[in-house]
């Protein structure tokens, strides 16, 4: 198994911009999320899908939006991207374990908005 | 809303010394507290997953305990080496997606 795979590592972009980051995972894991992670702030949840077809907002939505149409693939769209959104994104799959889920995380994909 | 806090922010200690870093949650209705490894500019890797049932997971050197009542979880490693130096977070999972804390980070010096 490749586990969670993430594409690009690495981004430029400029302000005003769009992009996708893309996020595959082959262990037929239901639960998928996308994280940041800022120095200070530690991992932070933007969206996050409990199937295909359905998605629902984290804690910083704002500026992203996601989609779910298999179960495999879990893209990250920046609509307009900005400097704020200068970061590094994690994309995570879980499988149930139990009564709960544990997560398995991509290697990270680091963009940077000049 | 649940919060995850980690102290301390970092930990430097010789070789082979035993450790114990911990983590707390403010809401006790969690499905599991999962600890992770991260290296400098690297992903994270899970090194334990503790469901709310259990009491202590045990992996090689690494025992994470869950103590539900008190909202607290420590990571123990012993006979630390230089390769174990490393960010580690915790998180928990419950009603709620994920919450992390900020995490430790660790140095062992040989």
């Known amino acids: 198994n490749a586990g969670v795979t993430q594409t690009p590592k690495f981004q430029v972009l400029k302000t005003g911009q769009s992009m996708t980051l893309q996020c595959a995972q082959d262990?037929?894991?239901?639960?998928m999320s996308w994280y940041r992670q800022d120095p200070g702030m530690g991992l932070r949840l933007i969206h996050y899908?409990?199937?295909?077809?359905?998605?629902d907002q984290g804690e910083v939505p704002n500026g992203y939006n996601v989609s779910r149409s298999t179960t495999e693939d879990f893209p990250l769209r920046l609509l307009s991207a900005a400097p704020s959104q200068t970061s590094v994104y994690f994309c995570?799959?879980?499988?149930?374990?139990?009564?709960?889920?544990?997560?398995?995380f991509g290697p990270g994909t680091r963009l940077t908005v000049t | 809303k649940q919060e995850v806090t980690q102290i301390p922010a970092a930990l430097s200690v010789p070789e082979g010394e035993n450790l114990v870093l911990n983590c707390s949650f403010t809401?006790?209705?969690?499905?599991?507290l999962q600890w992770f490894r991260q290296d400098p500019g690297k992903g994270l890797t899970s090194l334990l997953l503790?469901?709310?049932?259990?009491r202590e997971q045990t992996s090689g050197r690494l025992n994470a305990s869950l103590d539900k009542s008190s909202g607290r979880s420590t990571l123990y490693i012993a006979a630390s080496q230089p390769g174990d130096s490393a960010t580690y977070l915790c998180?928990?999972?419950?009603?709620?997606?994920?919450?992390f804390g900020k995490g430790t980070r660790l140095s062992v010096i040989a």
């Open positions: 899908s409990v199937g295909a077809g359905i998605t």
């Open positions: 262990m037929n894991h239901e639960y």
């Open positions: 503790i469901q709310s049932s259990q």
């Open positions: 998180a928990a999972s419950g009603n709620t997606p994920l919450v």
């Open positions: 995570a799959s879980s499988r149930r374990t139990g009564g709960s889920y544990e997560q398995y």
């Open positions: 809401d006790s209705a969690i499905y599991n």
